[in-house]
């Protein structure tokens, strides 16, 4: 009883890693000056369609916005249709040699 406890502890704590969006961090295009407030930060961030922001930086303190990052993979390239005829023949490994007699 108590492995099967443990088991299925285990494959929920499993369960769990990989489940947070990765955070794109990009400085705000409206907020001017010194950030000081991060909530004049986030209103700045959400007029440029952003989730939110935050002031970021010891000296130079700037409105960063934050939004989940987008990772789908670039769309693939349409490849051209094959020509009607003849056929290229399959490319060989490197080092292999072979001969016709």
Do not use: W
Not at 36 to 58: A, F, H
Not at 71 to 90: H, I, V
Not at 92 to 97: E, F, H, K, L, Y
Request: one cysteine or more.
């Amino acid at each position: 009883m108590k492995a099967k406890v443990a088991a299925t502890a285990l494959f929920l704590l499993l369960l769990t890693f990989g489940g947070e969006a990765k955070i794109c961090h990009d400085p705000s295009q409206t907020f001017k000056g010194m950030c000081l407030s991060n909530s004049n930060c986030i209103s700045s961030c959400i007029s440029e369609d952003y989730t939110g922001g935050y002031c970021g930086g010891v000296i130079d303190r700037k409105c960063m916005c934050t939004k989940e990052c987008d990772d789908a993979p670039p769309p693939l390239p349409s490849l051209p249709a094959p020509k009607s005829g003849r056929r290229r023949p399959p490319p060989r490994a490197p080092g292999v040699t072979t001969t016709i007699e």
